[in-house]
């Protein structure tokens, strides 16, 4: 069987080592909630030089052929070097510093046993940062921008948008059950949300900016630096400044 050309979520099903492997290394895998990048390209994504990649690949051989991996042994992300980002990924790195915030927030009403009126109207604007914020700012220059310099059928990007829709999903789910004071739908949806957004976070800071920040050109980071000025242009200016006052208002 050539567990190479299979989704790594099928791959880590049959063999779980691997899926432990990568998590030492800082490739969490295991979590994905779509799991659809082949074995062979799940490295690549990733920001480690060609002989980091030999090696895990090499102990990566000896799991699939039933041989023994000291996985403890590894000291994850000792040789992988953070990576240093152009100003308009930085920029989204900075963003997401914000959305962690927010998020962090939700959790905390959704974690309560009862939304009372109070924590309800503090919930409509977590939502409506959510939108505007999350969503029509962040998620919208990278859908429209960063995710179109490459190939929109890369594994990776399907996962991304597959997200960003699966987000939105949970956010409708919560706000149509606001006026009905439905609390169970409200609790469920907005901590789905929560952990999704996290993970997807996680992923994007750990995996595909690294992997944008490695392959685009210096004129492509130029471009892309010009049409995020645009795009922020045109949104509400005080966007940013009003959430980071709702939140020290409401969660410091």
């Not at 069987?1 to 989704?7: I, P, R, S």
């Not at 994850?76 to 790195?93: M, N, R, S, T």
């Not at 505007?132 to 399907?158: G, M, Q, S």
């Amino acid at each position: 069987m050539n567990y190479y050309d299979m989704a790594i979520k099928d791959v880590i099903a049959e063999l779980p080592k691997i899926g432990e492997l990568l998590a030492a290394y800082g490739v969490d895998c295991v979590s994905c909630s779509v799991g659809t990048c082949l074995l062979k390209d799940v490295l690549n994504v990733h920001n480690f030089s060609g002989d980091q990649k030999n090696i895990i690949m090499s102990q990566v051989d000896k799991l699939i052929n039933g041989e023994e991996v000291k996985i403890a042994a590894v000291k994850a992300g000792k040789d992988h070097p953070a990576a240093e980002y152009c100003a308009p990924i930085q920029q989204l790195v900075d963003e997401h510093k914000n959305i962690l915030r927010l998020l962090d927030l939700a959790q905390y009403i959704g974690d309560k046993k009862k939304i009372d009126s109070a924590l309800t109207e503090i919930l409509k604007k977590v939502i409506f940062y959510v939108r505007n914020y999350a969503d029509n700012y962040h998620h919208a220059k990278e859908e429209n921008i960063l995710f179109k310099k490459v190939d929109p059928d890369t594994d990776v990007i399907r996962v991304m948008l597959m997200e960003h829709e699966a987000g939105r999903n949970f956010i409708r789910l919560a706000s149509e059950a606001i006026e009905p004071n439905n609390q169970k739908q409200i609790k469920e949806a907005i901590l789905g949300y929560v952990d999704l957004l996290r993970a997807h976070i996680k992923k994007e800071d750990k995996i595909l900016y690294p992997w944008f920040e490695k392959i685009l050109s210096d004129d492509q980071k130029t471009e892309m630096r010009k049409e995020f000025e645009v795009t922020d242009s045109s949104l509400d200016k005080n966007l940013s400044g009003d959430l980071l006052q709702f939140l020290d208002e409401n969660y410091s």
